[in-house]
């Protein structure tokens, strides 16, 4: 089992930045994925960013296009919590975002965004930008 335990988030004005950090209540094995997603009320839970590796390739961080050049995710190691840095946020309302863990498992472009591949997940910490 493995928790994960995020902290930040909170209330900007459109154009801010904030930083969303989740940590891993122990060691994560080499193959992993780990993800951030969002949840507005009446939406879908959306992928925005994942950090995988493993299965003989690189180290890969993959965005969803509609926060590319703005949100970076990014941790030291795989001891050390992931950090996503959300700039230029837009205005919205107010949404959950969830860090998520899959075990031995590497994403690619075509499937990082489902959530049903995430086996751990955060408690989701509330995001609102104001206009």
């Known amino acids: 089992q493995v ?8 209330s ?4 801010g930045s904030l930083r969303l950090s989740c940590a891993p209540s122990r060691y994560i094995p080499y ?4 993800a951030w997603f969002r949840e507005a009320p009446g939406r879908v839970r959306e992928g925005i960013a994942v950090l995988t590796t493993g299965c003989g390739g690189p180290d890969e961080t993959i965005y ?7 949100f970076t ?12 840095v959300m700039n230029d ?11 998520a ?10 499937t990082w965004y ?8 955060g408690t989701g910490n509330q995001v609102t930008v104001s206009s």
């Open 3 to 10: 928790q994960l335990m995020e902290s930040g988030g909170g």
């Open 12 to 15: 900007v004005q459109a154009g």
């Open 31 to 34: 193959i992993h994925s780990m």
């Open 64 to 70: 969803a296009d509609f926060v590319k050049g703005r």
């Open 73 to 84: 995710a990014s941790r030291h190691s795989r001891k050390t919590a992931v950090v996503l």
């Open 89 to 99: 946020l837009q205005p919205a309302a107010p949404a959950s975002y969830y860090c």
């Open 101 to 110: 863990l899959a075990l031995g498992a590497r994403m690619y472009s075509n």
């Open 114 to 121: 489902r959530e049903g591949l995430y086996t751990y997940w």
